[in-house]
């Protein structure tokens, strides 16, 4: 743990931008709120004291601070409004005697990462500065405060947009809003800030003001990639930083030895885990804490949600949500698998399957157009094509139980609760409502009536009438035609 380091999240704003019900921190960013982002790195830093500024949607952010930074110190920003303010209620949680080193993040600026913030930091103590602040250069310096330097190029001051001239205007270094603050210097200046501006607000960058006014040492010093510096405030932003992230994501498993075959169309959250040699095929989400084993292929088209994928199975143009797919197994195409399904090694789930709450033993095959439903399958069982496991009776769920080495014959309706034994065969379109011994056959006898004419009868003037007609006159036909040879044959 750094004892001398203490990190301040200014996380209190509302984000009306975003036009959302949401706080602008909570939305997701590669399957995390954004504000977990910046967390992460205060937890990779190892700050002793991480203090979390809060306002809007007070109790939602606090929940979500505590649950990504355990131990972070939550203060509630009061009414009187500015960063300044922000930070000075911050610095007053913290023990009163720390006298290390202050960095300021902010909550909505999720791709700073911790190795420019502890380049920054060490550079900062080395030089023995009052404060440092995080620049960025931009084509477009539009709406920042722009970052004046002397004709040395030492650091000056900060002007903000509205107060510069032109020539100022002109400037493309900008201040990104971090700043790392010697604790006492920052203290005693927190103490000169006022409300006395046009804004009605405590500015942090007064501090900054005041640091030179009083002959302390400031320096600015640009991140490497603008974009490391790149705040969230509509959703247009939010889009573009998540395509930047998932980039980065992308990349990274590419460089560890996955075959990502269109990154463009590949989106994956920073819990999933993906070991070497799996290929990640077109128009694949991978999210949550999905995790893919060895040899295994996934996609096109497809979206796994918390999902765990054995070494060397495939899973194509398929929806998954809390599966586990066992190793050379066999998934879709067209496959819904829901929470609760188990398939083991090599088995199938195929075409327009939908499974729940199901435990598909190893080998065993549920090829298509089927449901099954809180199910116990064995090893080596078929399930014939367009089954369905009827689980629910109107009140409550039962489970349908189908021993190892079964044969269902297409078209099957499983009555839960209900046990299918081992070795057990069902013919076509049999509903089972009770138990099948092991080793017998379930059938519904019923003999089949044919009803001759009832087309022609009770659907007059249709189509298939028109065609039932015309193939009984081919037949009479026919008939008659069979009979004349007879006659004629009898002559001779």
């Given at each position: 743990?750094?004892?001398?380091?203490?990190?301040?999240?200014?996380?209190?704003?509302?984000?009306?931008?975003?036009?959302?019900?949401?706080?602008?921190?909570?939305?997701?960013?590669?399957?995390?709120?954004?504000?977990?982002?910046?967390?992460?790195?205060?937890?990779?830093?190892?700050?002793?004291?991480?203090?979390?500024?809060?306002?809007?949607?007070?109790?939602?952010?606090?929940?979500?601070?505590?649950?990504?930074?355990?131990?972070?110190?939550?203060?509630?920003?009061?009414?009187?409004?500015?960063?300044?303010?922000?930070?000075?209620?911050?610095?007053?949680?913290?023990?009163?005697?720390?006298?290390?080193?202050?960095?300021?993040?902010?909550?909505?600026?999720?791709?700073?990462?911790?190795?420019?913030?502890?380049?920054?930091?060490?550079?900062?103590?080395?030089?023995?500065?009052?404060?440092?602040?995080?620049?960025?250069?931009?084509?477009?310096?539009?709406?920042?405060?722009?970052?004046?330097?002397?004709?040395?190029?030492?650091?000056?001051?900060?002007?903000?947009?509205?107060?510069?001239?032109?020539?100022?205007?002109?400037?493309?270094?900008?201040?990104?809003?971090?700043?790392?603050?010697?604790?006492?210097?920052?203290?005693?200046?927190?103490?000169?800030?006022?409300?006395?501006?046009?804004?009605g607000e405590k500015y942090l960058t007064d501090v900054i003001e005041h640091l030179r006014a009083a002959g302390s040492e400031v320096k600015a010093r640009p991140v490497s990639k603008s974009w490391l510096v790149a705040g969230i405030n509509d959703r247009a932003q939010l889009s573009e930083t998540a395509?930047?992230?998932?980039?980065?994501?992308?990349?990274?498993?590419?460089?560890?030895?996955?075959?990502?075959?269109?990154?463009?169309?590949?989106?994956?959250?920073?819990?999933?885990?993906?070991?070497?040699?799996?290929?990640?095929?077109?128009?694949?989400?991978?999210k949550g804490a999905t995790a893919i084993a060895t040899g295994a292929v996934v996609g096109p088209d497809t979206t796994l949600v918390d999902c765990e994928i054995g070494a060397n199975a495939e899973v194509k143009r398929t929806d998954g949500t809390l599966a586990v797919i066992g190793p050379g197994a066999?998934?879709?195409?067209?496959?819904?698998?829901?929470?609760?399904?188990?398939?083991?090694?090599?088995?199938?789930?195929?075409?327009?399957?939908?499974?729940?709450?199901?435990?598909?033993?190893?080998?065993?095959?549920?090829?298509?157009?089927?449901?099954?439903?809180?199910?116990?399958?064995?090893?080596?069982?078929?399930?014939?094509?367009?089954?369905?496991?009827?689980?629910?009776?109107?009140?409550?769920?039962?489970?349908?139980?189908?021993?190892?080495?079964?044969?269902?014959?297409?078209?099957?309706?499983?009555?839960?609760?209900?046990?299918?034994?081992?070795?057990?065969?069902?013919?076509?379109?049999?509903?089972?409502?009770?138990?099948?011994?092991?080793?017998?056959?379930?059938?519904?006898?019923?003999?089949?009536?044919?009803?001759?004419?009832?087309?022609?009868?009770?659907?007059?003037?249709?189509?298939?009438?028109?065609?039932?007609?015309?193939?009984?006159?081919?037949?009479?036909?026919?008939?008659?035609?069979?009979?004349?040879?007879?006659?004629?044959?009898?002559?001779?």
């Amino acid at each position: 743990m750094d004892n001398n380091l203490a990190i301040i999240v200014l996380a209190a704003g509302q984000g009306t931008r975003m036009k959302s019900a949401t706080p602008k921190i909570l939305h997701p960013l590669a399957g995390a709120p954004i504000i977990a982002h910046v967390l992460a790195t205060a937890r990779a830093l190892d700050a002793a004291h991480v203090v979390a500024v809060v306002r809007h949607e007070r109790d939602l952010v606090a929940q979500a601070i505590e649950s990504e930074l355990p131990g972070t110190v939550i203060v509630d920003q009061d009414e009187i409004p500015g960063t300044g303010r922000a930070v000075e209620q911050a610095v007053d949680a913290l023990p009163a005697d720390f006298a290390g080193d202050v960095l300021v993040l902010n909550g909505d600026v999720p791709l700073l990462n911790a190795s420019t913030l502890s380049e920054l930091l060490e550079r900062h103590r080395a030089d023995g500065l009052a404060a440092s602040v995080l620049s960025a250069r931009y084509d477009d310096p539009s709406g920042y405060g722009r970052i004046v330097r002397a004709a040395d190029g030492a650091f000056d001051r900060i002007v903000e947009q509205k107060d510069a001239t032109e020539d100022e205007l002109a400037i493309d270094e900008v201040n990104a809003g971090v700043y790392a603050f010697g604790a006492n210097a920052l203290r005693d200046q927190l103490a000169n800030l006022t409300t006395e501006n046009a804004q009605g607000e405590k500015y942090l960058t007064d501090v900054i003001e005041h640091l030179r006014a009083a002959g302390s040492e400031v320096k600015a010093r640009p991140v490497s990639k603008s974009w490391l510096v790149a705040g969230i405030n509509d959703r247009a932003q939010l889009s573009e930083t998540a395509a930047r992230l998932n980039a980065l994501i992308v990349r990274g498993w590419q460089l560890n030895g996955v075959t990502i075959e269109d990154p463009a169309t590949t989106w994956i959250d920073l819990a999933v885990r993906i070991e070497p040699d799996v290929t990640i095929r077109p128009g694949t989400q991978l999210k949550g804490a999905t995790a893919i084993a060895t040899g295994a292929v996934v996609g096109p088209d497809t979206t796994l949600v918390d999902c765990e994928i054995g070494a060397n199975a495939e899973v194509k143009r398929t929806d998954g949500t809390l599966a586990v797919i066992g190793p050379g197994a066999s998934v879709g195409p067209f496959a819904y698998l829901r929470p609760g399904t188990v398939l083991d090694a090599a088995g199938k789930i195929g075409t327009f399957v939908e499974t729940k709450n199901a435990h598909i033993g190893e080998g065993s095959k549920v090829p298509h157009l089927s449901y099954v439903g809180d199910t116990e399958i064995g090893v080596g069982s078929n399930i014939g094509a367009g089954s369905i496991t009827a689980n629910y009776d109107g009140v409550n769920k039962h489970r349908t139980t189908i021993g190892s080495h079964v044969r269902t014959g297409s078209h099957g309706v499983f009555v839960a609760p209900v046990t299918i034994g081992d070795g057990a065969y069902t013919g076509a379109g049999t509903v089972v409502r009770k138990d099948v011994p092991a080793g017998a056959l379930a059938v519904n006898v019923a003999p089949q009536r044919n009803l001759d004419g009832w087309v022609l009868t009770h659907r007059e003037g249709t189509k298939a009438a028109e065609a039932a007609e015309a193939a009984k006159t081919a037949e009479t036909s026919a008939e008659a035609e069979g009979d004349r040879q007879g006659d004629e044959q009898g002559q001779d």
